[in-house]
């Protein structure tokens, strides 16, 4: 019976400990910007009612690159972007048609298109998390 006992009670310590690792945790947050194509994107704001984070770029772009790996990867970027946005990514050099929609001359460049309709920006080149996030969420308080 005591074997019973101190085997159940590592088995629950054990599931406790692996129930409350930060990697393992109930409540997670992404590790990665929730991205969609531009007519998913269009789509999901609509019924959502929620405003529209678009970024533009190409593969052969070097800050592209920097945003991608500085700006986009970090934890409060991603947070923000995946809870209060729908956030659209295109590829110049795909959807040529809608980088010419919104008049892309430079890359990167962030654009929102806000749940009434108006278009912001570009907001071109490549831009700091912190700066980004700043800017982004003023935008959206304002609107």
């Known amino acids: 019976m005591v074997k019973y006992g101190i085997g159940l009670a590592i088995g629950l310590a054990l599931l406790a400990g692996y129930l409350l690792s930060p990697s393992h945790s109930v409540v997670s947050s992404a ?31 070097t800050y592209c690159g920097q945003m991608e790996k ?24 795909q959807e040529k048609r809608i980088a010419r929609q919104f008049g892309v001359r430079g890359l990167p460049a962030t654009f929102l298109l806000m749940n009434n309709g108006e278009q912001i920006g570009p907001m071109p080149g490549f831009i ?16």
């Open 70 to 93: 500085e700006t986009f990867g970090d934890a409060a970027v991603i947070d923000f972007l995946n809870r209060q946005t729908i956030a659209v990514k295109v590829d110049v050099d």
């Open 128 to 143: 700091p998390p912190r700066a980004y996030l700043s800017m982004i969420s003023k935008i959206l308080s304002s609107s």
């Open 31 to 61: 590790t990665a910007v929730n991205w969609h194509n531009y007519k998913e994107g269009i789509d999901l704001a609509r019924r959502q009612k929620k405003n529209m984070v678009i970024y533009f770029h190409a593969d052969w772009c």
